[in-house]
């Protein structure tokens, strides 16, 4: 059969569009959780807008107004006020902005509190930013909606332009995960957006000068901030697959998406408190630790100062390569250099998890990611760390006797309870907590500052804290090497020597919130004060929904006095969100929370969708019964079996299993997808309610912060339910049988 060029164009579109919306949706989520103030903690704003902006589309694909024409002046419009609001920030001291009430939060987002909104002189709150850059993402994605529902809506082979649309997808991932591998700098992801949108408008006759022109000055908006921090401030910037790294040469000082992060300090000149658990081991063992795990390497502060303790060999695990490769290049002491350090680019738990080795010390070393794992989830990179199946992990790489040791400023005290009582209920033993500076007592509900607990079953410790509850630091390393510590009485020093020592002893923590909430791998959200949807998040669910439906009965086509909507892909899309959301942690925790097991899982999701829809193309007469039965089992299975149980060391029950279970429910999903809408008498309506169905399904993830993930996947039962009972006999469908 002879194709047409009208319909080779339609094809074009349709996998152009996949391949533009997967990599721009990429794009707007690194490049606004960098530029936009906190956003990096709520980057499921922005993937919910690229879906709201997307459905909008498609239900406006019938409309004469070319909203891509617009595309170029919103998405500098949008890039513009995000370097705006950052430079309002950065230069008035006295804005601030409030997220969730920092000072007796439900829950803790490290970086926020440096400015206290109770004596700002103007105070913002994040839902406020949130709710203005979600409107203005979803309008700069409508464009791209449009033209896939008009393409949807001409071609005539309807799952062929899906399996189309989603090849550009498979595509679309591929080559922002390419750039991320060679840690391209943002404006070569705009330049690749710009390019396809300019091609796009070109066809339709709609690219014009000030257009080309804004595009221009949306790349070089993302460009000129860089380089005029190079050239004029003394930083360089990076993108890593994870943040937008800046290294301040003359501080040696790291920031990521505009929050200060670490900062390399010689041995010579300070940092003491990297040595202390050295010190402490030498002071009451009289010997140094032989083999150590590092995780959150980071630039090596912690590598130093245990190479100057005597370690015989380090497993320095970092899950950043830019932080690691400044760290290699900067640090004064040059730790990486040492040929008894051993540098891995990995996901912490992942190692503890695969790791043979056996350890006299385990470090977690400030390992606080500032920032979400992904859009879909709100768990952070280093939140399957602090779990009690982690903490297992964590025992079995410990030689007998061995310390684990962890430190921070962790904020609140119910952090700090919630890590020692998990501590001391995986090793057996009530962890030594110590605080910088010194305090005795700590109440779970009062702040927090630096504090270090030092678990494990180290009896030697214990017993000379015993006997000498008082250990003396100095504040020069250099200084503390010879010396024990606790045989050391500053009182009896001059006073010009005396004031550079600080006391060191165990504080007791004041159980005044009742019983500690464990994480788990199931629940692991260690900042999190106990099982609840925090009320910031309700706040944004309830905002972002209502501004949802506002921006969707706008675009909806309206006919006959009623608002047209496909229900039984609505619900689709919403239920298919939460196997998405639930198959990225979970994945996450089989194979790391590595930006490329991230892309890997986006990726097979992609292929199996595919696969599903080559199904239908391949098998004219499909049965929904049997394939919402496969469904239905496979999340049964998946809510019943806890993901421990799938733990040991045969290979295929460790991690084949669980990969079926999390993912094997998206190849029936697609089949009832691409069954469906084969069978609609308007694509473009059908697809675009798929996907503000999926908008409600990313805002039900909060969910999981009382439910846990597991059961989220009886939410999507529900979801999925809903979608087989809806009526099939909606304005937009054809009387499809569920036969």
């Avoid at 464009?143 to 679309?172: E, T, W």
């Avoid at 000068?209 to 990076?238: F, K, N, Q």
């Avoid at 629940?523 to 439906?549: A, C, E, H, K, T």
Wanted: charged share 15%; with cysteine; aromatic share 12%.
């Amino acid at each position: 059969m002879t194709v047409g060029p009208q319909t080779r164009v339609h094809e074009i579109n349709l996998f152009l569009v996949g391949f533009l919306v997967l990599f721009m949706e990429l794009a707007f989520i690194r490049w606004f959780a960098a530029n936009v103030i906190f956003l990096q903690f709520f980057t499921n704003v922005v993937l919910l807008a690229c879906f709201l902006g997307m459905s909008c589309g498609c239900l406006a694909a019938r409309q004469q107004r070319n909203w891509l024409a617009l595309f170029p002046t919103l998405a500098m419009a949008t890039a513009v006020a995000a370097l705006a609001t950052l430079s309002l920030y950065k230069s008035w001291s006295g804005l601030t902005v409030d997220v969730g009430g920092q000072a007796s939060p439900q829950v803790v987002f490290f970086g926020t509190e440096y400015r206290n909104p109770d004596v700002a002189q103007f105070t913002v709150p994040i839902e406020a930013i949130i709710s203005v850059f979600f409107v203005l993402i979803t309008l700069s994605f409508v464009g791209l909606g449009q033209v896939l529902g008009r393409a949807f809506d001409a071609y005539p082979h309807r799952i062929k332009g899906y399996v189309l649309n989603i090849g550009g997808s498979i595509a679309g991932i591929a080559a922002f995960s390419l750039l991320a591998f060679l840690h391209a700098p943002a404006a070569a992801w705009f330049i690749v957006c710009c390019a396809g949108v300019a091609y796009l408008l070109k066809q339709s006759g709609a690219l014009s000068t000030p257009r080309i022109l804004s595009m221009a000055t949306l790349v070089l908006a993302v460009t000129l901030p860089p380089i005029l921090g190079s050239v004029y401030g003394g930083r360089d910037t990076y993108w890593s697959p994870y943040y937008a790294v800046e290294y301040d040469r003359a501080n040696r000082f790291i920031e990521v998406d505009n929050i200060g992060f670490q900062g390399m300090i010689p041995m010579a000149e300070g940092g003491s408190s990297y040595s202390l658990i050295h010190l402490l081991q030498k002071s009451s063992s009289g010997a140094p630790f032989e083999d150590a795990l590092i995780i959150g390497a980071g630039s090596g502060n912690d590598l130093a100062h245990a190479l100057r303790f005597g370690v015989n060999r380090i497993d320095a695990v970092e899950i950043d390569p830019v932080i690691q490769s400044i760290g290699m290049r900067e640090h004064p002491d040059q730790p990486y250099s040492d040929p008894r350090v051993v540098r891995h680019i990995d996901d912490g738990r992942h190692f503890l998890r695969t790791t043979d080795r056996k350890y006299d010390l385990v470090v977690y070393a400030l390992v606080d990611s500032l920032v979400l794992h992904s859009g879909y989830a709100n768990i952070r990179l280093e939140s399957y760390l602090f779990t009690e199946q982690a903490f297992q992990d964590i025992k079995r790489v410990l030689k007998p006797g061995g310390t684990f040791v962890t430190y921070n400023f962790f904020r609140q005290g119910w952090i700090v309870e919630r890590v020692s009582a998990m501590a001391e209920q995986v090793f057996g033993c009530k962890p030594i907590v110590l605080s910088l500076p010194y305090q005795k007592e700590m109440k779970a509900s009062e702040p927090a500052g630096y504090t270090m607990i030092v678990g494990g079953c180290n009896p030697q410790l214990a017993e000379k804290f015993a006997q000498q509850p008082t250990f003396w630091l100095n504040r020069i390393p250099a200084r503390n090497v010879d010396v024990d510590g606790f045989a050391l009485q500053p009182d009896t020093m001059p006073a010009d020597q005396r004031a550079d020592w600080y006391p060191i002893a165990p504080l007791t923590i004041i159980h005044d919130q009742g019983t500690p909430i464990f994480s788990s791998d199931d629940w692991p959200f260690l900042y999190l004060q106990s099982r609840l949807i925090p009320d910031i998040n309700v706040r944004s669910m309830l905002l972002l929904g209502s501004l949802g439906l506002g921006m969707v009965f706008l675009f909806l086509p309206k006919g006959q006095g009623r608002i047209v909507m496909d229900r039984r892909m609505f619900f689709l899309g919403a239920a298919f969100m939460l196997l998405e959301t639930r198959a990225v942690v979970q994945l996450a925790l089989l194979f790391g929370s590595t930006w490329l097991v991230n892309s890997m899982v986006f990726f097979t999701v992609l292929v199996l969708v595919l696969l599903g829809n080559l199904f239908v193309l391949k098998m004219q007469s499909t049965r929904l019964t049997w394939h919402y039965l496969g469904l239905f089992a496979l999340l049964a299975a998946g809510a019943l079996v806890p993901i421990e149980g799938f733990i040991g060391d045969n290979v295929v029950l460790r991690y084949g299993v669980p990969s079926v279970l999390a993912l094997g429910p998206m190849f029936f999903a697609a089949v009832i997808f691409a069954r469906l809408f084969r069978d609609s008498k308007t694509p473009d309506i059908s697809f675009g309610s798929n996907i503000a169905g999926a908008v409600v399904g990313g805002l039900c993830e909060s969910f999981s912060m009382l439910l846990g993930f597991r059961y989220l996947l009886v939410l999507a039962m529900g979801f999925y339910l809903l979608s087989a009972w809806s009526s099939t006999r909606s304005p937009v469908n054809s009387p499809v049988s569920a036969e």
